[in-house]
């Protein structure tokens, strides 16, 4: 389950300016794509398609033969887990952060995905800025562990398709390196979409797309498209 398509597809948030352009990806259930290419590209415009924030302008997306158009968009959205760039937190705990949108989730399940996420030393602490009516202060967190909030709220969620994009802002190497354990967990098992910035993630893709101005400019293997330099 989780195969995903673009075929064709053509989009332009006005219609005298059109951003992608003949777009075909062919994402097998459980496969990885990673997406590479200049700022501006069309990356995250691609996965604002994929979850239907905008609908294509030309040729189709489809889900497992489903033209996504015709898809409920609830169940759609049920479908796909986003770890975005920028996690903003809601003023409360870590572990309401992770359970937000899983209404019901019991508090044994917000804590295995906390941990797969390795974020489960913080699910009773606060996000800064936010205090508690008994005067507990808020707690600084980190944009690699705000992105694990992210990451254990989509483990939460247990979606087959995942959309990574991933951080440009200058992490550690150690940071770097957790998160990336954690991110590699994340996809296991499921098809994912990551738009690239670290290196390993490209070399780890069963599939590098390279967008540039909004076509596909090189396809293939990290093997295969270091062979083509
Ligand atoms: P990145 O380089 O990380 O992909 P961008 O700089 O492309 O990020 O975009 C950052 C945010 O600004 C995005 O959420 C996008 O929706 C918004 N954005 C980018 N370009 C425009 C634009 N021309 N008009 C309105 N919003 C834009
Ligand atoms: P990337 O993720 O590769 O940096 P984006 O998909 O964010 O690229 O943006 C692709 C192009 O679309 C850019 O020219 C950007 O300015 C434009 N763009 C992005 N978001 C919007 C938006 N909400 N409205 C208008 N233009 C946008």
Redesign the pocket.
């Known amino acids: 389950k989780g195969h995903v398509r673009f075929e064709d597809v053509a989009f332009g948030?006005?219609p005298e300016r059109i951003?992608l352009k003949g777009v075909t990806l062919d994402v097998p259930a459980g496969s990885s794509l990673a997406v590479v290419?200049p700022?501006?590209?069309?990356?995250?415009?691609l996965a604002r398609l994929l979850y239907r924030f905008y609908d294509t302008t030309a040729g189709r997306i489809t889900i497992d033969g489903q033209d996504i158009a015709k898809v409920q968009q609830s169940s759609l959205r049920a479908a796909i887990g986003i770890v975005p760039q920028d996690t903003v937190l809601f003023n409360d705990t870590i572990g309401y952060n992770i359970a937000y949108g899983r209404e019901g989730a019991g508090q044994a399940e917000v804590e295995e995905a906390a941990k797969g996420a390795a974020i489960d030393g913080f699910i009773a602490a606060l996000p800064q800025g936010y205090e508690s009516t008994v005067g507990e202060r808020g707690l600084k967190l980190s944009g690699g562990e705000k992105q694990r909030v992210a990451i254990a709220r989509t483990l939460l969620k247990d979606p087959p398709i995942l959309i990574l994009d991933e951080a440009t802002s200058a992490l550690d190497s150690r940071t770097e390196e957790a998160i990336q354990a954690t991110l590699d967990g994340a996809a296991q098992g499921r098809t994912t979409i990551i738009?690239a910035h670290r290196l390993s993630t490209i070399v780890g893709a069963d599939q590098i797309v390279v967008?540039d101005a909004g076509k596909v400019a090189e396809r293939g293997t990290h093997g295969e498209l270091l062979a083509k330099g």
């Not at 700022?39 to 415009?45: E, I, V």
């Open positions: 948030y006005e951003i290419g700022s501006g590209a069309g990356k995250s415009t738009i967008l």
